[in-house]
């Protein structure tokens, strides 16, 4: 049974730091997606990744996947205030009837 | 393009009522899902369906019924609602021929008093 981990699961940062959420899953998997939530609100897709050695980049966000070691990687650089969110990542089954296996989240606030 | 419309946003229930809640996409995907996320903690998926007419259980169906009649709705029932179902539901949409992400609506906050 896959199983998803994310650390850490709080984080405070001062803004313009730099810092790395970690995303591990189980078994083997070909998409890892990364979510950010803000509070109250609904979840909002931030990057997929679908091949080993995937990275891609919006802003002061980087998200990286390494299929062989089952990891993948949320790099924040420069840390902004705006970037306060819970951050999930997500992981996709193999076989029948895929579905996304979730890991617990990052709560991650960003201080002046 | 509207993407995924739950109903409603918030509700209170007694124990014992029953409620649906709905959700509409209007994207084509194939794949739809129901979750919940209790305070601090991540998504648990209630139910999900590959499609119109097939729908699977997910972590944590009890108390919880689904049906996929067509390709744009996913309703989600509650029968004798209880205070342990008080959460925020989320009805999501992907379609797995493309492998896209999912989409998510924007959650019904339900309280059981």
């Known amino acids: 049974e896959l199983k998803v981990e994310q650390n850490p699961l709080f984080l405070s940062m001062q803004e313009g730091k730099n810092y790395t959420i970690y995303c591990n899953y189980s078994?083997?998997?070909?998409?890892l997606y990364w979510y950010r939530q803000d509070p109250g609100k609904s979840l909002e897709s931030l990057f997929v990744?679908?091949?080993n050695g995937a990275v891609k980049q919006e802003g002061r966000l980087m998200a990286s996947l390494d299929t062989k070691a089952r990891l993948s990687t949320l790099h924040i650089t420069a840390a902004v205030h705006d970037l306060s969110a819970t951050y999930f990542c997500a992981v996709l089954t193999q076989g029948n009837n895929r579905r996304l296996i979730w890991g617990l989240g990052t709560s991650l606030a960003v201080n002046p | 393009n509207a993407g995924v419309t739950q109903t409603p946003k918030f509700r209170i229930l007694k124990i014992g009522q029953s409620m649906t809640l709905q959700c509409t996409q209007d994207m084509n995907h194939n794949y739809m899902y129901w979750y919940r996320q209790d305070p601090g903690m991540g998504l648990k998926l209630i139910y999900y369906s590959v499609g119109a007419g097939i729908t699977d259980k997910g972590e944590v169906p009890n108390g919880y019924n689904v049906s996929r009649s067509t390709t744009e709705d996913f309703p989600l029932r509650l029968e004798l609602a209880a205070p342990s179902q008080t959460s925020v539901y989320f009805c999501?949409?992907?379609?797995?021929?493309?492998?896209?992400?999912?989409?998510f609506g924007q959650g019904t906050r339900l309280t059981v008093v």
């Open positions: 999501a949409s992907s379609d797995r021929r493309r492998s896209t992400e999912a989409f």
């Open positions: 990744l679908l091949s």
């Open positions: 078994t083997t998997s070909d998409r």
